[in-house]
């Protein structure tokens, strides 16, 4: 399996990005997938997953804000962050976790930088 994330950059606060996780080596929709990050100086905390049957999780700090989904045609998962605030300011990081033996799977990362 391998993950490849994209989207990051640069954004001023309150503005939008779109992060994407192009799955290759198996189907998204078989298995829980999520995005993670992690702030400098910081444990990697999660940010929102979503399982292969459609339900979906936020973490507080996502809810209201953030939108995961999945196009199971293009095998990506995105993520839709809205009002980007200074504290969002990460390395984001798409994780696949397989359902049959629980075994993680990472992408390489991408910066998002909320900064006027």
């Known amino acids: 399996v391998q993950l490849q994330a994209s989207g990051g950059g640069l954004v001023q606060p309150w503005g939008s990005l779109r992060l994407s996780c192009a799955a290759s080596g198996s189907a998204v929709s078989l298995h829980r997938m999520g995005w993670y990050r992690q702030a400098p100086g910081k444990q990697r905390e999660l940010v929102a997953t979503?399982?292969?049957?459609?339900?979906?999780n936020y973490t507080d700090s996502a809810k209201g804000r953030f939108t995961i989904s999945r196009d199971n045609a293009k095998n990506t998962v995105y993520l839709q962050m809205n009002s980007l605030k200074p504290e969002d300011t990460a390395v984001y990081y798409c994780n696949l976790r397989s359902s049959l033996t629980r075994r993680h799977y990472w992408g390489q990362g991408t910066l998002v930088t909320v900064s006027s």
């Open positions: 979503i399982v292969g049957g459609g339900s979906i």
